[in-house]
T-cell receptor, first 114, second 114 residues
């Protein structure tokens, strides 16, 4: 059973617009949640990590929130650029160390058009 | 610069043939992982290792073997490749620490079994 669900599956926005990606999960325990960016044909690159209840992070035009009670996270991308075209993957870790398991979502494919 | 290098980047194999995927990391990380990525699914863990000369089964180990001859190198072996093993394979490495450190991913190997 899929423990990390992402929505939407795909999204097309115009350059300069904002967008919001959603992640719902059922992983227990949920030590932390990380968002990765995967460019086409490339590996995953970490954007941000959220650890605490009601955590919020900001990394340039990327910002994220985590609600551990609701087991829900959002990734906001502000003023999108063409280079933001990629798949964004939500990953929930059940421990804070490498001993834990990582649970991957299938990703949201974002396409930014001129 | 920290890096995870996979080879080959793409491979076409015949059903029943032997395939070896290689991974090399320069991060001085103890943990290394092999994942597979299928369209529409999250990454799934095949094998991992936390020390040289030792490997552990992940969530989907059937049909795969792994080898960790040194801290830097981790191989994935398909003794008898099957059509269902067509996928993109990712190697990753991580520190064993407890600070929610992000694993570092290679750029993937696209395997097509015909």
């Amino acid at each position: 059973k899929t423990q990390v669900e992402q929505s939407p599956q795909s999204l097309v926005v115009r350059q300069g617009e904002n967008c919001v990606l959603q992640c719902n999960y059922s992983v227990t325990p949920d030590n932390h949640l990380r968002w990765f960016k995967q460019d086409t044909g490339k590996g995953l690159v970490s954007l941000t990590v959220l650890v605490h209840e009601n955590d919020k992070t900001s990394n340039g035009r990327y910002s994220a929130t985590l609600d551990k009670d609701a087991k829900h996270s959002t990734l906001h991308i502000t003023a999108t650029l063409l280079d933001d075209t990629a798949t964004y993957i939500c990953v929930v870790g059940d421990r804070g160390s490498a001993l834990g398991r990582l649970h991957f979502g299938a990703g949201t494919q974002l396409i930014v058009i001129p | 610069e920290a890096a995870v290098t996979q080879s080959p980047r793409s491979k076409v194999a015949v059903t029943g043939g032997k395939v070896t995927l290689s991974c090399h990391q320069t991060n001085n990380h103890d943990y290394m992982y092999w994942y597979r990525q299928d369209t529409g699914h999250g990454l799934r863990l095949i094998h991992y290792s936390y020390v040289a000369d030792s490997t552990e089964k992940g969530d989907i180990p059937d049909g795969y073997k792994a080898s960790r001859p040194s801290q830097e190198n981790f191989s994935l072996i398909l003794e008898l490749a099957s059509l269902s093993q067509t996928a993109v394979y990712f190697c990753a490495s991580s520190d064993a620490g407890t600070n929610n450190q992000a694993p570092l991913f290679g750029e993937g190997t696209r395997l097509s079994v015909l």
